[in-house]
């Protein structure tokens, strides 16, 4: 249970990269670069790892073709329902032709030509390259998803105060995306790659012996930011690691005590 809690094995990803794979992108119609990418992400397997650059190439790959292919017949409603959206079963749906209402693939605006989904992937693969390569200024392999993708863990409401912020909010790298068991929901709507929808708690229990017993928060036991525990299980719980729960038994005296007590009336 453990393991599968930390799977960032994406199947949506892999059923996408086979989709491109099955448009055979002529290579003569691809930059150096863009070649480069396009070869690394069609050997990939979908492992959504914070320390490889796969998984950023692909979701801003992903994110320039759905906006090329959808954007145009959806007009105003584009912001809301493709930017705002990942729309990953639509997408492949179009990409694996199966998607029939109508040619998804090509662009209404252009009159006298009839874009294939392979042009647009083209397209939206070259216009991605470019875009990582002048953002980042580096060679695009060297760039890490965990740059990108990190799990921010807001705080109510001082992360709104910037001074103040780096006191109280707590982030940091994870690998995963919306499709993984290991999820981190990617918040596509501030335009970032980050994640705001995780697994706030992991729990596993062993049913036949209770001192197999498991768990990490997101954070930590205390909601207090002055306190020591207030977000020593973040690092652990971004490794998706587990810490043993001590049975009642052997359980030790509180480090400390939080004690409430009524006023006088």
């Known amino acids: 249970?453990?393991?599968?809690?930390?799977?960032?094995?994406?199947?949506?990803?892999?059923?996408?990269?086979?989709?491109?794979?099955?448009?055979?992108?002529?290579?003569?119609?691809?930059?150096?670069?863009?070649?480069?990418?396009?070869?690394?992400?069609?050997?990939?397997?979908g492992a959504m790892r914070a320390d490889g650059p796969e998984p950023l190439l692909f979701h801003a790959w992903m994110r320039e073709l759905r906006v090329r292919i959808f954007a145009d017949e959806l007009g105003t409603l584009s912001k809301d329902?493709?930017?705002?959206?990942?729309?990953?079963?639509?997408?492949?749906?179009?990409?694996?032709?199966?998607?029939?209402?109508?040619?998804?693939?090509?662009?209404?605006a252009s009159q006298h030509r009839r874009e294939t989904c392979s042009d647009v992937a083209i397209d939206a693969l070259e216009a991605t390259v470019a875009r990582l390569g002048k953002e980042s200024g580096r060679d695009l392999l060297a760039l890490r998803w965990g740059d990108v993708h990190r799990a921010v863990l807001a705080h109510r409401p001082l992360s709104n105060v910037g001074f103040l912020r780096r006191w109280f909010e707590m982030q940091g790298p994870v690998p995963g995306d919306s499709n993984t068991v290991n999820v981190g929901q990617i918040a596509v709507r501030d335009g970032s790659f980050a994640t705001r929808h995780a697994a706030t708690l992991r729990f596993v229990a062993d049913l036949a012996d209770s001192r197999n017993d498991s768990w990490i928060l997101g954070s930590g036991q205390s909601g207090h930011p002055l306190s020591e525990h207030y977000g020593d299980q973040?690092?652990?719980?971004?490794?998706?690691?587990?810490?043993?729960?001590?049975?009642?038994?052997?359980?030790?005296?509180?480090?400390?005590?939080?004690?409430?007590?009524?006023?006088r009336p």
Do not use: K, Y
């Open 1 to 45: 249970m453990r393991r599968i809690q930390a799977d960032i094995e994406s199947i949506a990803a892999r059923d996408t990269v086979a989709a491109l794979r099955a448009l055979q992108l002529p290579p003569d119609r691809l930059s150096s670069a863009a070649s480069i990418v396009h070869d690394r992400l069609l050997a990939w397997s």
């Open 81 to 108: 329902f493709v930017e705002g959206d990942e729309l990953t079963q639509a997408l492949l749906n179009v990409l694996r032709g199966a998607s029939t209402a109508r040619d998804w693939c090509d662009d209404v």
């Open 234 to 263: 973040f690092p652990a719980w971004s490794r998706a690691e587990a810490l043993p729960i001590t049975p009642a038994e052997h359980a030790v005296r509180p480090i400390s005590a939080l004690v409430l007590e009524p006023t």
